[in-house]
């Protein structure tokens, strides 16, 4: 398959050409991030995320460009939209300004009501998820429900871990959407 005829099929949305683009510009994107932010989890977070949106805006991209162009434009952003988040979120160091020494920790921990409401919510979460075609329900079903690894997925579902992460993240967006829209 050809970069434009699996772009052509893609907007008409192929999963074997999402699968072609993903395997053939995987390692160019996470290549790009890996040099730029210089950590692996992080790089492929973001690779993940880029072709997640990539996918989900494929219709919108011009044939004029270069496809791996527009790729590393979005990762781009979507590194430059996480370093602003970053500077937005509290921070977990001591300050030595003074002598009196502080620690501004961010508590991540479930409280109580959290718990209650985590109770409450998970008969409606899968209410939600049933919403959900059957492929979506089945990888949200192994990454959180059976606390599976990506690794473990992939040999599960018998498919590349790159397009399980894809799948999953697609997965999550698609739920948010039903869950946003009640």
Known sequence: MEIKEAIQKAKQNDQKAFNFLLDTYWDYVYG?????IENENDAEDITIQ???????????????YAFNTW???ISKNIHIDLVRKEKRQPSN???NDN???FYDIL???PS?????ITEQNLAKLLRDIKKLKPHYQEIINLRFFQELSYKDISKELNEP??????KLLRAKKLLAEIIKNK
């Open 107 to 109: 508590d991540e921990s």
């Open 50 to 64: 880029t072709f997640s949106k990539a996918f989900d805006k494929i219709e919108s991209f011009d044939e004029k």
């Open 93 to 95: 160091t001591i300050s």
């Open 32 to 36: 790009f991030q890996l040099k730029r």
């Open 112 to 116: 109580a009501e959290d718990k209650l």
């Open 71 to 73: 790729l590393v434009a």
């Open 161 to 166: 871990i790159n397009n399980i992460k894809v």
């Open 99 to 101: 002598e009196d020494s």
